[in-house]
């Protein structure tokens, strides 16, 4: 029982020398990789750099507690940064003390719904998110994310609530204005980035460009030269604070802490689940909805904004060789060791730095190949991709979600009002029945029509069986019985039963007998209730094709 | 091609004496009938009696000439008068010269959209709307309706924006000042049109009402005892004008233009298609769309408002033995005359006989049995309908109808994704598999499960299959084979696609394999461009789970 909503005792109970070593290893790489990102995603997100690193500690403690993955490394990610800007900047001035009380709230928020959904076992609404709308939404967020950072890596004042083309157009008008000096230590920090990733992957490159992009600057006195540095970051453990609660900014904040909730839950439990199936273990997605929402209530206790496991981190991880939530426990004591120590070291860090720490860790996230990939395989997939993407790049990322959402569902009930559908004949040689039009010399009998359509009938396709039956019988104007083959009609709904009732009645007062075969057991369940065992007897319950041709040429 | 879009030239080229004899007693019972009931619906949609007349002329000639019905019976009706008033009271008092002319554009709009919706084919959108949705929404707006009339059949002031709980709290409260001789005209009137209605069906009920009730507000002078008189209605015909077009109008009115199209082709294609179908004839519903919507057009430029095929009109239409549009053109002409000569003749007509009118003719459309009947079949159908139901009554027409049509999606697609599934066994007898929980004795396999979905699968029931798997390969251990029984599995989307993939290749590490009996064709098709024929080869190819196990026991 306690070890349901602490799945930790599992792996406390059996923790050894071996695990040990492996965490301390893994928990120290992800703190590397952590600082420089944790302070960029706050910077993202419109917040002081120190607010990321704070959200780096708590929340990762509570969720290697209480979360049931192992390896998920939690913490401040671009997509949740991103919501949290776009949400808070409608309310307070990026950056003001304001913002910072917004988002600590809004952090709240989030982990209140999230616990609330695992406690109602919501978590099984991921399911309604299409693989297509992930990756269509993700990729637009990414270009999103990563044009942001164009004002820091330029060195240049962009409008911060221009979309995308917008953006773009203005960077192109105030190319003049680069600040030379900004730019290069940016290109300079996503050349070393995409070196060492590709050709030295075991020396984490944020640590990398931190150090020297940081020395060039201290060296060369470039922040003198107008280069924009992080600062003073206060030293020292985040206090103890209630956040502001007020009902008003509540109601305001509502839609966007929903988004987060559901995107955070999302991005963490595929990265997780990924994982879980690799090392043989099990995902509970209403415990990992417990473990992020506990995470994001405390965090919001102790100046943490919103997190959730991310992508890259969570990969670094399990790579680096972390057995057990004890590794992100290491990275949370060693980023709490930075912030009591450390934090003059980044003073003289450069702002370009960070932009191009994002802008190299959310590249990866845009995704081509998936979508040439679902064309190929099946277009209409494919183009569900597309329109989420496109909607999320020219709207945001809530509209973009929802249009996505939509577009996935439109599809199937579309295709399941237009279904499959066959006229059969007999294949002597093999003995079954199969579709006149791929097998063209299949028997067909006189007078008689078999038809199966490949879909549960339900109200919005019902019409379409009617006009085929339709189209059929005025091709055919001397048939005189209609054989349904009821093998693929796996649910029926009741306006299905009455209306197809109403149609076997209308087509035997024209003369047509429509008969059944094949009819699985959960319809006749419906269809008794509906009286038609007694209206047609023996008509609807032929257990083959054969059996219901055999009954016709006997009568 | 011209019958195509003038469908009356079918039956013009061959009219005969029959059928004018015919169609000249039905054209005469429909008039007597619409004469109130135009009056009445027109005072409903908050406008002067005599455009309910205007509305009962033109329009019906030019439906009979380009509808493809020979017997729907057009004019005013409840559910779009209604919906007049709730969108055009939003911007003009009702009663007044300039409600009448946004009425008027209103109709212009539906018309416009009914066409254009028919020229692009866009008829098949009503299948959407489930029968279970229309029949909650009809009886809430039958109820919506009949108390609407409430305050002209008591005689007092009711506020015409409450909701029917509001309107019903406020009659009660308001029962002492209720206006004795009004009520009394209102209950007889109710009391003779229900007596007519059951034992006299041959004689219109609405005709005696008006006579007897307009006598005896004359002989006994009850217009000086404050009994509301519908007075003055202006003699001669419409003149031609162009309704006032201006944009904000039209962005205001467009929501309401569009429900009142779909409501309005909804009503009229489903009464139209229960007649031609017993007619033994067709109707084409973007033609429906296109001689609607050309009638609502030219109406409103002979000061009609929005029209569409009432049930009960055809109904009686019908019955009296109409065979051709020519019966509406007769009901046209003698509404025509009566305009010209009689509309004297309603200065004494009491506001409570038409209330009453309206009151009898939508009771009938209060369906209780329907309810019952889905309830009875498939519980889950009986709640969609009593949801609509609920939502019209606390909202409006509009909102109701979006909430059914949601609610009986989102029923379709939760059931698809948590489908029916079942493990089964060998049926040795019979020779077919069948589901272990139905047939205990079904020979079940060592190490092997076989294990059926009994729906198409896509992104929202992947993760279903994966958990069933998972489920039964716990509860079996020893498991070493999965056969799916594809054969009710319809369609498969990309995303299915790709995660069936990779939970096989998650399978295979574990050593269980997953292997497919009974594919079809079109999913061999959408596989085979995933590349899984030279993954896979056989294990996906058997053509029954016969051949599966045959292959099992020998490898």
Known sequence: MLSKYVPSVDWLKRYNGMDFKADIIAGLIVAIMLIPQGMAY???AGLPPVIGLYASTIPLIIYALFGSSRQLAVGPVAMVSLLVYTGVSALAEPGSDQFVSYALLLALMVGVIQLAMGLFRLGFLVNFL???VISGFTSAAAIIIGLSQLSDLLGIELPSDANVVGLLAEAVMNLNAVHGYTLGLGLASI?????FKKYVPKIPG???VVVVTSLAVYGFNLHNQGVAIVGNVPSGLPTLTMPAIDWN????????ALTISFV??????????KVASKEGYKINSNQELNGLGVANIIGSFFSAFPVTGGFSRTAVNYQAGARTGMASIFTAVLIIITLIFFTDWFYYLPQATLAAIIMVAVYSLVDVKEAVHLFKIRQIDGWTLVITFAATLLTNIETGILVGIATSLIVFIWRSAYPHSAELGYLEDEGV???VDRYPNAKTFDNTIIFRVDEALYFANIAFLENKLEQLTEDKPDTKRIILDFAPVNDMDAVAVDELDQLMQEYDDYGVEIHIANMKGPIKDLVAKAGWFDRYEDRIQYLSIDQSLDQ???S
């Not at 050349?191 to 070196?195: R, T």
């Not at 999302?266 to 990265?271: C, G, I, P, Q, R």
Request: aromatic fraction near 6%; glycine fraction near 2%; charge should be positive.
């Open 42 to 44: 706050a910077m993202l």
């Open 130 to 132: 299409s693989h297509a």
């Open 191 to 195: 050349l070393i980035l995409v070196v």
């Open 206 to 208: 944020p640590l990398v």
């Open 249 to 256: 900014s509540i109601t305001q904040l509502l839609p966007i």
């Open 264 to 273: 955070g839950f999302m991005e963490s439990v595929a990265v997780a689940k």
């Open 433 to 435: 029945y199969r579709n």
């Open 552 to 554: 016709q040429s006997n």
